[in-house]
């Protein structure tokens, strides 16, 4: 039986991690140290398809026999992109833009084999509607969770469910960071079957 190729996370977000072991797959992670700069007139959906790519090619070109995943996600308020806040500052200005709004979460996936030519990604894109958190609320939640490595502030796995009045998605995973369905379907693509891979 022919070996499957190794398979590579190129990421460090421990959310991303903690989604593709879900799949029971053995898989290293590597940092792909891209810069996610946003480029000028760029769009929230085009930005997180270039970074997704962007993050799989880099670790690709290290690792050519290798199949690998890179993701990326952008909060994308009326044609705005919201990114990581990074700072409690600026996290109380992402959710006072976001409160009483409908935001789209945009959650590329990109898979890259060097050594075979295989390069696909897909994106899936979430619909989120945000209550009209008051002030108080907004300083519990990121007191509570300290979401400033999520983009947007929203970390809807945990509390961050409480600031939402609805979400639309057929990705339950994508919202988290990683959309499984849309990585499943690339990954089987790439010579990868989640189903009859041996397990990790």
């Known amino acids: 039986m022919k070996l499957a190729p190794p398979l590579i996370l190129a990421s460090t977000s421990r959310y991303r991690h903690e989604l593709l072991s879900r799949l029971r797959l053995p898989f290293e992670v590597l940092a792909p140290e891209v810069d996610e700069s946003a480029g000028h007139g760029e769009t929230p959906v085009a930005l997180a398809q270039r970074l997704a790519l962007s993050k799989a090619r880099a670790i690709a070109v ?14 994308d308020l009326d044609g705005h992109a919201l990114g990581k806040p990074g ?3 600026r996290a109380v200005q992402q959710l006072h833009r976001m409160r009483g709004h409908k935001v789209l979460f945009h959650t590329a996936v ?9 390069e696909q990604a897909a994106l899936c894109s979430v619909a989120v509607r945000f209550r009209d958190l008051g002030d108080d609320e907004i300083e519990h939640y990121l007191r509570t969770e300290q979401p400033y490595d999520c983009a947007g502030s929203a970390k809807c796995e945990t509390l961050g469910i409480a600031l939402l009045s609805a979400i639309d998605s057929d990705d339950p995973t994508a919202l988290i960071g990683l959309p499984l369905i849309r990585t499943c379907e690339l990954l089987r693509r790439a010579g990868i079957d989640p ?5 990790a």
């Open 87 to 89: 700072t409690h500052e």
């Open 195 to 199: 189903l009859r891979a041996p397990r």
């Open 110 to 118: 990109a898979v890259v084999c060097t050594s075979s030519g295989f």
């Open 62 to 75: 290290r690792r050519p026999e290798a199949v690998v995943i890179g993701s990326d996600q952008v909060a």
